[in-house]
């Protein structure tokens, strides 16, 4: 879900209000979507 979305959603004027208080939630779902992604293009192309 995109920052903005959440800013909006909880009533945040600006997505630097969203990301100084949630940070600590929002740093580790970005790492495993990355490390998500690695693994999917370490795979290859599919069959």
Not at 10 to 33: D, N
Request: glycine share 10%; charged share 25%; aromatic share 4%.
């Amino acid at each position: 879900m995109p920052l903005e979305e959440i800013s909006r959603l909880v009533g945040h004027r600006s997505t630097t209000v969203t990301e100084i208080v949630y940070r600590k939630q929002i740093r580790p779902v970005l790492q495993g979507g990355a490390v998500a992604m690695d693994r999917i293009f370490e795979e290859g192309p599919g069959p």
